[in-house]
C-alpha cells in the first residue's frame, strides 16, 4: 500500500501527463493551506507568470489519499485533479479575478468561525472578535448545485478593495443578508434551527440582528443558542432550557457528529431580547 509521502509525490511528479500542453509549462508546487479549524496538504498549478493567473483551484491532497485508499487506481485519481485543474482554472474570466476583485465588492460576505481554534488563519485575515468567535470575509466567485466558489479576504487583498474595517463589516453584513436570507424552522416543540437559505455557513445568521429577532419573536422571549455547526445554530426557550446540561449536550455532538472542520463553537450562549444581545452561557471547555 502506498503511503501518504509516496502519494504526494507520484501526484506532484505525473499530474502534467494527464493535461492539455497548455499546462505543460505550469509550475506544480505542494503548500500547506490554512482552512477554518484545520491545516490541508494541497497541490498548486500555476502559471510561469502569475500575472497570467486567471483562477486557482486549491487540490486537497489528504481528500485525493482517502480515494486512493479505497480505489487503489493512481491513474483514476490523477484524471480527477485533471479535470479540475482544466475545469476551475479557466472557469472565471480574467476580469473576475486578480484586479477584478475589486469590482466585485457587491459579493462580500461574513463567515462565523471559533477564535481559538483559528488564531494562526486570523493573523493574516481582516475579522471582528465576538465573544469566542470570529467573523470573516469571502468574496463568493461563484454559486452552483454542488456549492460555492469563494476567495478569502487577507491583508492584501484587503489593500487592494480599499476597505476600512468598518466599511468591510457594513458591506459583508448587507450582502450576506441579501445573498443568503435567514431561514427559521421549528425541529421540536421547544427547539428551532436558524440558518440560511443555502445551508452553507449558516451559523453567521445569529449575526443578522433582524434574523435574531425575528427568532426571538417566534419563541417568545429570551433563549439559549446552540452552535451546532458552522452551517446552523439550534435555539432553546430559555425557561424550557439550562445552560450547563445543554453544553454537555453540545459537546456530544460536537465529538460525535460533527466534523473536525465544521465545530464552531464549545459554547452555549444567552440571549436578552430586551437587551437584544448575546453573551457566553457555558462552555464544556475545562
Not at 62 to 69: H, N, Q, S, T
Not at 251 to 265: D, F, Q, T
Request: aromatic share 8%; charged share 30%; hydrophobic share 40%.
Amino acid at each position: 500500500m502506498m503511503n501518504y509521502e509516496v502519494f504526494k509525490n507520484v501526484i506532484k511528479e505525473r499530474i502534467k501527463e494527464f493535461l492539455p500542453p497548455v499546462f505543460q509549462s505550469y509550475r506544480v508546487e505542494t503548500t500547506v493551506v490554512r482552512k477554518v479549524n484545520e491545516e490541508k496538504d494541497t497541490l498548486l498549478i500555476m502559471p510561469q507568470d502569475e500575472k497570467n493567473l486567471v483562477a486557482m483551484p486549491n487540490i486537497y491532497l489528504d481528500d485525493m489519499y482517502e480515494d486512493f485508499r479505497q480505489h487503489q487506481d493512481m491513474s483514476e485519481i490523477l484524471k480527477v485533479i485533471a479535470a479540475m485543474v482544466i475545469q476551475y482554472t479557466g472557469s472565471f474570466p480574467p476580469e473576475h479575478v486578480k484586479l477584478g476583485l475589486k469590482e466585485r465588492k457587491n459579493a462580500i460576505v461574513m463567515n462565523l468561525i471559533n477564535t481559538r481554534r483559528n488564531r494562526e488563519l486570523l493573523k493574516q485575515i481582516p475579522h471582528k472578535d465576538i465573544m469566542d468567535l470570529s467573523i470573516i470575509y469571502r468574496i463568493i466567485m461563484q454559486q452552483a448545485d454542488h456549492g460555492l466558489m469563494t476567495v478569502l479576504v487577507d491583508n492584501r487583498l484587503m489593500q487592494e478593495l480599499e476597505l476600512t474595517p468598518e466599511e468591510l463589516e457594513k458591506l459583508a453584513y448587507q450582502n450576506t443578508s441579501r445573498m443568503f436570507p435567514a431561514e427559521i424552522s421549528k425541529m421540536a416543540d421547544f427547539l428551532y434551527v436558524m440558518t440560511n437559505s443555502q445551508k452553507i455557513h449558516g451559523a453567521a445568521t445569529m449575526m443578522n440582528r433582524e434574523a435574531v429577532e425575528r427568532l426571538a419573536d417566534k419563541i417568545g422571549g429570551n433563549f439559549f443558542l446552540i452552535p451546532s455547526s458552522i452551517h446552523e445554530v439550534l435555539a432553546v426557550p430559555e425557561e424550557e432550557g439550562d445552560a450547563d446540561s445543554l453544553a454537555l449536550l453540545l459537546e456530544e455532538g460536537n465529538r460525535v457528529c460533527s466534523a473536525n472542520n465544521e465545530i464552531l463553537s464549545e459554547t452555549i450562549y444567552y440571549y436578552d431580547r430586551k437587551k437584544k444581545e448575546f453573551s457566553m452561557a457555558a462552555t464544556y471547555l475545562k
